[in-house]
């Protein structure tokens, strides 16, 4: 471990400095004047894995998806061989004035890079990158580098391109570097996934918008119709109130409510919504959370009956929930609780499946035992409350694989948020446990 921990720790500067490279590209998926930018940062990708001796570097797509890189390093004889998986796309910004930095400008403040993707998840890319340096390029097992490059849109041709590209992605473990620690002291594994479902649902009262003072009154309007049916959507204790949905058991985690609440930014006197235990509530249970409506501006209002309104909902999913089962009661329930004679329509979005994740193969063991040797502290098997569906995939074309979910991230990291960050102490820590696990997967 000691010659591990040192090679690790020399080559973290250049890690680094090559995640700053990777932050400064605007690789944002979702947004289309962005390709040119997300296939630069593939290229970069590209060319980093190249540096590292890979035998075989390529970047990749199908069915008209974003660019992903596939890099591969033979596995020495008898040895397994260990798929590394990672995004290089990442989240819109928001408001760019409402960072404390430029996102696209990696800047370090109190011990923390701050930049849109410096966590979720170009650190997975750099940490990847920073195990396979520490050997010099030659890993101790075989290795495929699968970084990919529209996750944050929802991964739509994964599948597609799992099944074009599986022989060069066969593995015998799978690392997804794309979750979150306990804590920046303590390391964690993530061990269930909530799935994740989400629709449009549009209603309409009027062919047209018409003067609120002359024609105000008889009938209502589209967003009070609108509000008022997505209010039917928990009921008095802030539980989901849509019926056949799934509630798994969590694990026996102690998480206090005062750390969730500041972890969370939960205002003074906001009261938490739902019942069971706050693992329960994050991990194994359904949460719905309205995301986005479609409506007039505050700054566009003018004196109408507003003729139509739209929102988009999402519907996280315990891990052993049908995704499609979940759509169809949240569209029954959306159709059935719609008042006022309003036409609805509903269009479905994302459906993505959850997962339980074995933790008694040999693979979880070693990774555990190289978490616990990098941070000094065992590490702490969670659920993650947010979805990871492309992992379902994984296991459905790879059936024979033990796939291992860890983290670059910890609760502070505000993923997809402004003011997106890293905690520099430890992703170091992170880069070791990744290097060390690839010596103890190849039973060094």
Known sequence: MNDIAAAVEAILPSVRADLEKLVRIPSVSAEPARADDVRASAEAVAALARAENAAQVDVLSVDGGAPAVIANWPAPPGAPTVLLYAHHDVQPTGPADAWGSAPFEPTERGGRIYGRGAADDKAGVAAHLAALRAYGGRPPVGVVLFVEGEEEVGSPTFTSFLRTYRDRLAADVIVVADSVNWSIDTPGLTTSLRGGVDCYVELRILDHAVHSGIFGGPVIDALTALCRLLGTLHDDNGDVA???????EAPDVDYPEARFRAE???????ELSGTGSLAERLWTRPAISVIGIDAPSVADAANIVVHQARAKVSLRLAPSQDPRAALDALADHLRSHAEYGAQI??????????CDLDTSSPAFRAAESA????????????????SIPFIAEFEREFPDATVLVTGVEDPDSRAHGVDESL???????VCLAEALLLQRLAGD
């Open 242 to 248: 849509v019926a056949g949905l799934v509630h798994d």
């Open 264 to 270: 969370a930014g939960v205002l003074d006197g906001v």
């Open 345 to 354: 329509s509903i269009t479905d979005g994302m459906v993505g499946a959850g």
């Open 371 to 386: 978490f616990a040797d990098a941070f000094g502290q065992a590490p702490v098997q969670l659920g993650i409350g947010g």
């Open 423 to 429: 905690h520099v102490e430890q992703f170091g820590k």
